[in-house]
Each structure stands twice: as C-alpha cells, then as structure tokens.
C-alpha cells in the first residue's frame, strides 16, 4: 500500500538525507523517498500494520534526528485543501521567526559594538553574551542530541567548535563564528524557500473551483473533484479552466501557457477540446467535461511533478551516500590532529587542538546534500514551465548520455491531421465504398480512421454494427449489415487472404474489402509539423543520429524523410507495431551511449517503454503511451526535445559545479587549517557561505532564460 505523509519542521537537507537512510532500514518500508524540498515522506507499505502504530514509529526516526520533525497524514485523504495551505505551512514552518531575528540582530550589534571596545573584560562580557544571543538554540538543540546519544550532527559539531574556541579566550572568534554561521543559515534558508517559491509558482495550476451548470439553469460553485463526466461547466473571462472538455457554446481566447509553455493563446469555439489548467481570457463559454478530475489534463501534470522526486538520479543517491560517511571521517581526521599531530610532532596541544576547529567546522556536507537535489529539483520544474515533464531525476540524468533519437512519424513529426486525398473504387460505388469503410473505421480514434469518417457525406448508424475488432497497426474487422468489412493497411489484408497489388504513391493507402474482395482504397496524407526539420537539423548538428519510423510505404516515408533532411539509411519503413520493436533493438545495438524514442500512439507504447528513454506526445499521444514514457512534451512539438536535451547538459553542469566548488573548498580550507593560514571564519565560509553561493547556484536554473 502507498502512503504519502506531509513532513512538519524538517529544516536540514543533511537529516532529510539521514531520515531516508534510516527508515529505509526498516523491514516494514520500501520504495522510501524523503523530499526535503516538497516536505513529504512516499512509501509502500509491505507489512499489515496498523497505521497509527507505523506512523509513531517513522515520528520517532525523525525526531531523533532532527528533534521537532514529525510526519502528518493529511496529504493523501486532503490533496486538495493541502495545495490551499501550502504557502501557509511553509511560512509557519521558517527556521527564522520575527524572534529569532530580532534576537540574532541584537547579538550581532552587541558583536560589533564588542569589537570596537580596547580589551578588557567589558569587551569579553559583552562578546560571550552575543555569542549565547547568537547561539543558545544550537548550544540547546547540541545539548538535547548528547542526551539522545546524537553527536555527529551540526549543531553538536558548531557547539564544540566554538566552546573550543572560548576556550582558548578567542571571545571574538567564537561569537563571529557562531553569528556568521547564523546568518549563513538563514540566507540559505532563504535562498531554499525562493526556489521552493519559484516551483510552486509553476504549479500553480490547479483550479480551486469549477461553476457546474445544472439542470433548471443555475450556476453552483463546486470543487473540481465533485465534477461527474458529462456535467456542463461554465468558464468566465479570467477564470481556470477547471477539467478537460468540449466547447458547445461560446468563443473566447484561451491561454495554455502553464501546460504546454506556449506563450501564444489559442482560439477556442464550439467542438474544440479544452483542457484543464488553460485560462479564459475574454469570453464566457460553457463546455461538456469528458474526464473527471483525477484523469485531467492539470491533476496528471502536478502528479507527475510531484512524484519525479522519487525518481532520484544516481548524482543523488551518491551525494546521500557519500554523506554518510564525510562527516564521520573529518570528525576523525579533527580529532587526529587535535591529538595525534601533537603527540607524534611537537606537543603543541593548543596549536594543533585550535587547527583541528576547522576541520568540526565543515565537517557538514550541506553543500552537497541541499544543492545536487535542488539541482534537479528546479530543472524538472523550469521543464514543466516549459511543456516538459520529466518524471524523475533518473530521467533527467540520462537525457545528458544521448547519441541516437528514434521518432515515429505520424502525430510526432507530422501533425496527425490526416486528410483523404484520393479514393479509388474497384468495385461497386463511391458511396458504397465510402459507407463500408466509415462503418469499418467508426469506433476508430487513430487520426487516419478519423479523415476517413470525416470524407464525404455517407452516414453510418451505429446499430447496423454487429460487430467489431480492432488490431493496432494492422486495420479493423467488422460485422456490418450481416457483411464482413476489413479496412487496414496491405499487409492487414493479405494476412487475411486478400491479394493486394502493390501500387506506391506518396500518401498512406488504406484498403477496404468486402466480404473477402477487394473494393476500393482511400489515400490518405498527413502535414509536417513546422518545427520538425529545425529539430532534426539542430540534433544532426549536435553529432546525435536520427532515425524516422514509419508505417508508410517506402515512397511515402522516404519522401517526407528527405523533406526532414533524415539520412536515408535511417529511414524505416512499412513498419507493424512489432516491426517497431525489433527495428529499435537494432538502433540500440548501434548505439554507443542511449537512445530516445520519440511517439504517440497506442502502438508506440513498447518501444517507448524499451528506449533508454522514452518521450511521448502529451496532447495527442494517447492515455498508454503517456504512461509508458518517461518524459511528456504537453504541446506535442518535437523541438521540446532539443530543449530537454539542453536543460540535461545545464543540469549535469551545474551539478558538477557545485559538487567541485563545494569539496574544492572544503579540501583547500582543511589543507590552510593544518598549515594554520585558515581560521574559523575561513572555516564558516566553507560550510553556510559555500551552502548558500552552491544553492543559489542551482536555483538560477529555475530564473534563467534560454
């Protein structure tokens, strides 16, 4: 069973690490991420236990480490009133209340005030009283943590360092340290909660409420979930669009940016489909809905936001590894030169004992543990600004190892809107031809199915149909009128027996026959999307292969693979749905590093699922092959895929930077403290300074502008 818990006072990214760590050890658990920047616990539940029982057991893991942090069960059974009080919680929750800064700012006066008296014992009394202003909660919590035999964490290690530091009559040292380190501490916290800001600011998204049209004429304001499908919404100017729909009255603009990252508004009128999540600009309209809430369009977007952060990349799983055991090692190292330098060089306890400070000092990783997480954190949310969801950190990670992208052609580099442009009749009539090949196609939702339903103005009555059998790829069976119907491809035809004569012209050619016979055959074209050959050039250019998967004839695919600027060797085609699978396998076997996978339909959906990763068409992809990508473009343009393959290469950077930056200095500044050129006030740099510069590092992901 699944559960999700909210995480209340939960402020150090190093004991989120170590919460994870250690309910992950518990027999009870699996599949256990701790998101320390949405503050919430995911897991499954692998015993039957009651519930009340495992959450006291998870609240005493986090209070131990962290004293304060316990878990609410308020996010599964509430998602809706919990996206309300976010903000609230999150302001409630700050490390830094009024008080504290109140009280930080008089230690700090009473520091400077301190450094400008002669010394004495005034100057003394007055510096040791900023330092207890400054630091009474970490000097508290430190104390609190021995008496739970808690002694490698950061408030203990800052509390040693800087009563080592009083006790060595450093007065000033001690209180800068200590208020320095304070200060670090909250414009990291800061700096956290503005890029926790910008994502929620993205994801704002959801529609707090939806005006239900009822039968006698009047409007009700409801929650969304309360929505049925079939109810008629009204939608005002200004107003979200609250669930996927219909238009059936009225015309407005409507602005899909929060989806798809489109910034042009679109028109909507009367049979246009409307999705959840778009604001209505200027017109009133009402419109049938045709999901419920859960399956919208806005609900599956921030789910699938919200549960990329337990798809962690191995960059994460190393640095909350590696975290694990930098702090016990330098607290070691710390302890070696305090003790053994002395003994095996000079005996200089007071020497080598003031040195070993600086080592305690950053022997926190924090700079790893927040940044490398927000790193990917604020990528996956600049990719939902964008249209891009990405479903997990992994994902993300992998989009940076890429030499080969395969697209499937209908609805990814063309735009699906099939239209017939040539009808051949070999036997009986036009009309006839066109009424078997409507009622064959008439539970169809593939794009070309639907050009054929659109073609001519023969009607077909659903209760003629006695019969129905659709094969993904190949074509459809049906039973109408007592006749057999068989409407597909050629090979769909021959496999039933029906000689086809191969005649290749440009367009895909669907045959109908009646009854064992051959009657006639639709041609049937499609229109390139307009940023396809951008995207294919710009991939070329970057040294990646590019491969077009097809099910169309050899002259039809090869000619719109030429007007794509696609190498003709890479061009596949009269393609089956297995066809597809067999085709990547040997594209993968080619490949040097990964491959992507680029479609849309049902019949897409294994060789999206096989690709190193697999990306899907969001608007027109259907409902399997969405769930069987790992990265969804919402607006179905293929250039999304350059920009995913950019934000991958900005994310590894920044990555790198922070992870080099961050131990680089901490290595140099241990080095500087054993050759005593470094002080505590290096020191502090290298751990809250070099937290803070490392997570406004990640954060410029969120704020830059391509």
């Avoid at 930077?657 to 200095?665: D, M, R, S, T, Y």
Wanted: glycine share 10%; net charge negative; with cysteine.
């Amino acid at each position: 069973m699944k559960k999700e818990y909210e995480i209340i006072n939960l402020h150090c990214g190093g004991c989120a690490s170590k919460i994870q760590y250690e309910l992950e050890r518990l027999d009870e658990l699996k599949e256990v991420n701790v998101d320390f920047y949405t503050k919430k616990l995911k897991f499954t539940l692998v015993k039957d236990i009651d519930e009340n029982i495992i959450l006291e057991k998870l609240n005493k893991v986090a209070d131990k480490i962290e004293p304060g942090t316990y878990f609410k069960d308020n996010i599964s059974n509430t998602k809706e009133e919990n996206q309300g009080h976010k903000h609230k919680d999150s302001h409630e929750e700050g490390i830094f209340s009024k008080v504290n800064l109140i009280i930080l700012t008089i230690g700090l006066t009473l520091f400077i005030v301190g450094l400008t008296l002669p010394k004495g014992l005034q100057k003394d009394i007055i510096l040791i009283i900023s330092y207890g202003l400054s630091g009474y909660d970490i000097l508290f919590s430190a104390f609190k943590n021995i008496k739970r035999g808690k002694f490698l964490d950061e408030n203990f290690l800052m509390s040693i360092a800087t009563i080592g530091a009083l006790g060595l009559g450093d007065f000033g040292e001690a209180a800068g340290v200590m208020i320095f380190y304070k200060l670090g501490e909250f414009f990291q916290d800061m700096a956290i909660n503005n890029s926790k800001k910008s994502i929620e600011k993205l994801m704002s998204i959801k529609p707090d409420y939806a005006n239900l049209k009822n039968k006698n004429g009047t409007v009700e304001v409801v929650n969304p979930s309360m929505i049925k499908t079939g109810d008629i919404l009204l939608v005002k100017p200004g107003e979200r669009v609250p669930l996927d729909g219909i238009i059936i009255l009225g015309t407005t603009t409507l602005d899909k940016s929060a989806l798809t990252g489109e910034a042009v508004p679109v028109i909507g009128e009367v049979g246009c489909e409307i999705l959840s999540g778009s604001i209505n600009i200027n017109g009133t309209i009402e419109f049938k809905a045709t999901k419920n809430y859960s399956e919208s369009t806005v609900n599956k977007i921030i789910e699938m936001v919200e549960s990329a952060g337990s798809k962690k990349a191995s960059a994460e799983k190393f640095i909350t590894k590696f975290a694990r055991y930098y702090t016990p090692l330098v607290v070691f190292l710390s302890i070696a030169i305090a003790i053994g330098v002395p003994i095996l060089h000079d005996g200089n306890f007071k020497l080598w004992f003031s040195r070993a400070l600086i080592f305690l000092v950053i022997s926190c990783p924090c700079a790893l543990v927040l940044s490398v997480p927000l790193t990917f954190f604020s990528s996956i949310g600049k990719g939902s600004k964008e249209g891009i969801l990405i479903k997990g950190g992994n994902y993300l990670e992998r989009l940076k190892n890429i030499d080969t992208v395969v697209f499937d052609k209908t609805g990814t580099l063309t735009k699906g809107s099939f239209k017939v442009t040539k009808i051949e009749v070999l036997k009986g009539t036009e009309n006839e031809l066109i009424e078997y090949a409507k009622a064959g196609e008439f539970y169809s939702n593939h794009p070309i199915g639907k050009a054929i339903l659109k073609y001519g103005d023969v009607e077909v009555s659903e209760w003629d149909i006695q019969g129905h059998n659709e094969k993904a790829g190949y074509g459809v069976n049906t039973l109408y009128c007592g006749k057999e119907i068989l409407v597909g491809s050629k090979k769909f035809l021959e496999n039933n027996d029906i000689f086809v004569e191969l005649e290749e012209d440009f367009g895909t050619v669907v045959y109908v026959a009646l009854n064992s016979e051959l009657i006639g055959k639709f041609t049937v074209e499609d229109e390139i999307k307009e940023t396809s050959r951008k995207t294919i050039d710009e991939l070329s250019a970057q040294g990646i292969n590019v491969y077009m998967l097809t099910g169309d004839n050899e002259k039809t695919g090869k000619h719109i693979g030429h007007i794509l600027g696609i190498d003709e060797d890479k061009i596949c085609t009269n393609l089956l749905p297995e066809d597809k699978v067999t085709k990547l396998e040997e594209i993968k076997a080619k490949s040097q590093k990964g491959t992507i996978f680029v479609g849309d339909g049902i019949n897409d959906a294994p060789v999206l699922a096989m690709a190193d990763i697999g990306i899907s068409m969001g608007m027109i992809g259907s409902d399997i092959a969405i769930e069987s990508s790992d990265i969804v473009l919402m607006n179905d343009d293929p250039y999304k895929v350059i920009i995913a393959l950019n934000l991958a290469k900005k994310n590894n950077q920044v990555v790198l930077e922070n992870v080099g930056f961050a131990l680089g200095v901490k290595i140099v500044v241990m080095i500087l403290g054993i050759l005593g050129v470094a002080n505590l006030w290096l020191a502090i740099f290298a751990d809250v300074g070099v937290s803070v510069l490392a997570v406004l590092n990640a954060s410029k992901i969120l704020t830059k502008k391509d």
